[in-house]
């Protein structure tokens, strides 16, 4: 904020605002005690992750949904969040350059706008985030690179079928 002011003349009252700030629509979702926001554009669905799909993953990294393979991440073992999961774990179906992946969360929290604050230089090097920022509790949310998962849920499950049909 700057002030300029001139006796007789008036006052002139500038803000400036970072460029780097903006503002997107997200998806807030809970994983242990950390809250995450996923871009709203790049959400298609959230289904429930039922108990045989549970069991299931635990060999492989990847839901049939509805006869379509959907490899998935499970954000508490990608960010190494410690504890165990939730009785009942939600799967977030996100999309982005017409590959599909899910994203494992304990806890769907709705729509949320928020403010894009970008990560230090010293954070450059954390895969799967892009940003962060404040909720209204005054709690940090990071903001999910949903490019960098559905890559990263895609390359395994690729690989995954590709040891599969060498033992096979």
Same mark, same amino acid.
């Given at each position: 904020?700057?002030?300029?002011?001139?006796? +007789?003349?008036?006052?002139?009252?500038?803000?400036?605002?970072?460029?780097?700030?903006?503002?997107?629509?997200?998806?807030?979702?809970?994983?242990?005690?950390?809250?995450? =926001?996923?871009?709203?554009?790049?959400?298609?669905?959230? =289904?429930?992750?039922?108990?045989?799909?549970?069991?299931?993953?635990?060999?492989?990294?990847?839901?049939?949904?509805?006869?379509?393979?959907?490899?998935?991440?499970?954000?508490?073992?990608?960010?190494? =969040?410690?504890?165990?999961?939730?009785?009942?774990?939600?799967?977030?179906?996100? %999309?982005? %350059?017409?590959?599909?992946?899910?994203?494992?969360?304990?806890?769907?929290?709705?729509?949320?706008?928020?403010?894009?604050?970008?990560?230090?230089?010293?954070?450059?090097?954390?895969?799967?985030?892009? +940003?962060?920022?404040?909720?209204?509790?005054?709690?940090?949310?990071?903001?999910?690179?949903?490019?960098?998962?559905?890559?990263? %849920?895609?390359?395994?499950?690729?690989?995954?079928?590709?040891t599969r049909q060498l033992t096979?």
């Amino acid at each position: 904020v700057n002030l300029d002011s001139t006796a +007789g003349k008036g006052t002139t009252v500038s803000i400036r605002f970072p460029l780097t700030l903006a503002i997107i629509d997200g998806f807030l979702v809970g994983v242990g005690k950390s809250s995450y =926001i996923v871009p709203l554009d790049m959400v298609q669905e959230c =289904i429930e992750l039922t108990e045989s799909d549970r069991q299931l993953s635990r060999d492989r990294s990847y839901l049939n949904l509805r006869g379509e393979v959907l490899p998935f991440v499970m954000l508490r073992d990608h960010f190494e =969040i410690e504890g165990s999961g939730t009785r009942r774990e939600n799967v977030v179906v996100v %999309a982005c %350059a017409g590959q599909k992946a899910g994203l494992v969360v304990d806890e769907l929290m709705g729509e949320f706008q928020t403010v894009i604050k970008p990560l230090g230089k010293i954070f450059s090097t954390l895969r799967g985030i892009s +940003g962060s920022t404040i909720l209204g509790s005054g709690e940090v949310a990071l903001i999910l690179d949903v490019p960098s998962l559905v890559q990263q %849920a895609v390359n395994r499950e690729s690989q995954h079928v590709s040891t599969r049909q060498l033992t096979h």
